[in-house]
């Protein structure tokens, strides 16, 4: 995943570091999601490719390259997010998958659908972990549809900031 910012992050075991510079992160492998955006229930869709946000602090989104994929985008992404005021402030990873570069959707000028959406609960303790396929969610009329999923995983462990 892309981070705009230039930080570096590393990983720590049992070393003796300040605890100003310590933060909780949390480790993302995004793989990849399945049966989204089928093209029998949306024919006019041409070109299909697929981003992701992902985030835990709005202020602080993180994205993926776009790939091609029909039903099925693969991304094998991984990143850090630092979560700098866990857990009273933290409690979801969020996550969009977007379908960009789509100038024949009616009613978008940027080109770019949440094609589907996902809240996750993190892990509540150090070292804890999630992984497996959530549902994703998008709107359709006045509600929502379940459609697709998406397959991560995610962990918390402790990083130093530099």
């Not at 299909?48 to 985008?73: C, H, K, M, Q």
């Not at 960009?100 to 993190?122: A, C, E, F, H, Q």
Request: avoid cysteine; hydrophobic fraction near 40%.
């Amino acid at each position: 995943m892309e981070n705009d910012s230039n930080r570096i992050v590393s990983r720590i075991e049992d070393e003796v570091i300040s605890r100003r510079n310590v933060y909780l992160g949390l480790h993302l492998e995004i793989l990849y999601a399945k049966d989204i955006d089928n093209p029998s229930i949306h024919p006019n869709i041409l070109n299909r490719e697929y981003r992701l946000a992902v985030w835990v602090d709005p202020n602080e989104e993180f994205s993926t390259i776009p790939v091609e994929g029909l039903l099925n985008p693969v991304w094998n992404a991984t990143g850090v997010i630092l979560l700098k005021k866990f857990p009273g402030h933290h409690t979801f990873l969020n996550v969009e998958v977007l379908r960009v570069n789509s100038m024949n959707d009616p009613g978008t000028s940027s080109g770019v659908v949440i094609v589907g959406r996902v809240k996750i609960p993190l892990p509540k303790v150090l070292s804890g972990e999630k992984i497996g396929r959530f549902e994703l969610v998008r709107e359709r009329g006045e509600g929502f549809k379940v459609e697709g999923h998406i397959y991560l995983s995610m962990k918390l462990r402790k990083y130093i900031y530099v």
